[in-house]
């Protein structure tokens, strides 16, 4: 991916603003360099006075040897400072808590003696980092002006770009989803696009070869490298945000595949704030709340999609068998009664026995969602008498009254219905079906009204066979209808029917 040391240093940041970073990195360093040497100083020159005072011969002679180093001085200033002789307290019992401490210092020197001769090397390179520091307080620290890329080694340069770091540590801007951003130069504008092309086509490529954890590694990148920094013109702001859109909404999808199911829900959160009715970014984000187990949070994606014209009908259709799904998934719209499962077993097979005849006369009798939906037993009736008679309705509005019914079938008030209707009945298969022979024309009546289905000219049951005759027309000629149509019986039937 890296091409030039040039290309990477004008791209990501401007010269101007890489320069001002760099030397405030450099006066903070410095300052707390001073700080240090500072602090070091005035402990020494405690220490040097206790040593001198109220240490014996033992002490001093050690002292001369490791007295100087860092690690000396940490380790008996923590003597001191918890004896509190570097205060000077002038106690009755200051001579006995002096050999005390002459003690303590003894055994600590001997210690740090011990430690050197059995690791030299370590202590030579604490010290050696320690004259750097000194060194740095007072020439001042410089750090480099050039990225050299040569140096940083192969592994550890991949590491960093699989992170999302394209800067050495030393000149990262830390400026996550800056609200403001910088405005960047057309110059500088234009490398950024340029950069920005170059990671989605990688990230691109890395896709269709089903790598996916590269590919959401670059859209990563991609999301980085636009988020911090705003087009200097309306123009160039608006194809900043629309790459910016694209490397979420991809950065989005690959984490829902790799089951980073939160990281994708922030990415489509960024893209909604950005566009509220991103199509794909509300789909997606509902996928990841139902894989979470956040069934209710799930269902208002799905019914906001199901719920708007501007919505592909793909769209509604995906988000209508998601709502489907839940419902099977969900305990708290668990509605599963084995009695009725038991009760219901066959009741839509093709190789009914006779003996069924009288329940399906029954079905029939009672529900009209059943009788118009989902049954092939009545499909095949119907194509048999009616496969020459083109029907009432078109594909398009059918597909359009079927959306609708489904969308009111699927509604949370309408789901509270069903549930109080099965506890009402006793979870009894011919109540139930009585009960909602009474629910159903009040949902049905203004979806047919709005259809030229006028109800003040014709009955319910005539408006009802109209609907019926379209739907088993285009239900053996269009997959659409036939999904839809099963959706809807699921819906009301709710988990009493035997997959």
């Keep these: 991916m890296i091409e030039s040391t040039e290309f990477y240093t004008e791209v990501i940041q401007g010269i101007d603003t890489k320069l001002a970073v760099i030397a405030e990195n450099e006066t903070i360093l410095t300052e707390q360099a001073i700080l240090l040497r500072k602090e070091y100083e005035a402990r020494k020159k405690e220490i040097d006075r206790i040593i001198s005072e109220i240490c014996d011969d033992r002490v001093k002679k050690i002292y001369e040897k490791v007295g100087s180093m860092i690690t000396t001085q940490r380790k008996l200033w923590s003597i001191l400072v918890n004896t509190k002789i570097s205060t000077q307290e002038q106690e009755e019992n200051?001579?006995?808590?002096?050999?005390?401490?002459?003690?303590?210092?003894?055994?600590?020197?001997?210690?740090?003696?011990?430690?050197?001769?059995?690791?030299?090397?370590?202590?030579?390179?604490?010290?050696?980092?320690?004259?750097?520091?000194?060194?740095?307080?007072?020439?001042?620290?410089?750090?480099?002006?050039?990225?050299?890329?040569?140096?940083?080694?192969?592994?550890?340069?991949?590491?960093?770009?699989?992170?999302?770091?394209?800067?050495?540590?030393?000149?990262?801007?830390?400026?996550?989803?800056?609200?403001?951003?910088?405005?960047?130069?057309?110059?500088?504008?234009?490398?950024?696009?340029?950069?920005?092309?170059?990671?989605?086509?990688?990230?691109?490529?890395?896709?269709?070869?089903?790598?996916?954890?590269?590919?959401?590694?670059?859209?990563?990148?991609?999301?980085?490298?636009?988020?911090?920094v705003r087009g200097s013109d309306q123009e160039s702001e608006t194809l900043r945000i629309e790459m910016y859109k694209k490397f979420l909404k991809n950065q989005a999808l690959l984490a829902l595949k790799l089951g980073k199911y939160n990281d994708s829900i922030q990415s489509c959160n960024k893209v909604l704030k950005i566009d509220e009715c991103d199509e794909k970014s509300i789909f997606r984000r509902g996928e990841c709340y139902m894989m979470l187990g956040r069934f209710e949070e799930a269902k208002k994606d799905f019914r906001y999609i199901c719920e708007f014209d501007y919505f592909s009908r793909d769209a509604k259709l995906q988000s209508r068998k998601k709502l489907v799904e839940m419902m099977k998934k969900s305990k708290s719209n668990n509605y599963v009664n084995k009695t009725i499962i038991n009760n219901l077993d066959g009741l839509m097979q093709n190789n009914r026995q006779e003996e069924d005849k009288k329940k399906v006369q029954i079905q029939d009798h009672y529900s009209p969602a059943i009788h118009h939906f989902s049954s092939d037993y009545q499909e095949n009736q119907t194509h048999s008498t009616r496969n020459e008679i083109q029907p009432h309705f078109d594909l398009d509005t059918t597909k359009d009254i079927l959306d609708e019914m489904l969308f009111k079938y699927s509604s949370e008030e309408f789901e509270k219905q069903l549930f109080e209707l099965r506890k009402l009945s006793d979870y009894d298969e011919k109540r139930f079906l009585r009960r909602i022979r009474n629910v159903l024309p009040g949902i049905n009546t203004p979806i047919y009204e709005k259809y030229g289905l006028d109800l003040q000219s014709m009955s319910y049951d005539k408006a009802k066979r109209i609907i019926e005759e379209s739907v088993s027309y285009w239900r053996t000629k269009d997959d659409q209808v036939k999904t839809l149509s099963k959706e809807i019986y699921k819906y009301i039937m709710g988990d009493t029917i035997a997959e």
């Design 94 to 228: 200051i001579l006995t808590e002096k050999k005390q401490i002459n003690e303590l210092i003894l055994k600590e020197l001997n210690n740090i003696e011990k430690m050197y001769c059995e690791n030299s090397e370590y202590i030579n390179k604490i010290e050696e980092d320690w004259k750097d520091v000194k060194k740095a307080s007072i020439d001042g620290v410089k750090l480099s002006r050039e990225i050299d890329w040569d140096s940083i080694p192969e592994e550890e340069l991949g590491k960093r770009l699989r992170g999302g770091e394209v800067l050495h540590r030393d000149e990262w801007i830390p400026t996550q989803d800056n609200n403001t951003g910088r405005k960047l130069s057309p110059a500088e504008f234009k490398s950024h696009l340029e950069f920005g092309e170059m990671i989605l086509k990688e990230g691109k490529d890395q896709f269709e070869k089903q790598d996916f954890e590269l590919s959401y590694t670059r859209y990563t990148q991609g999301v980085e490298l636009l988020c911090w």
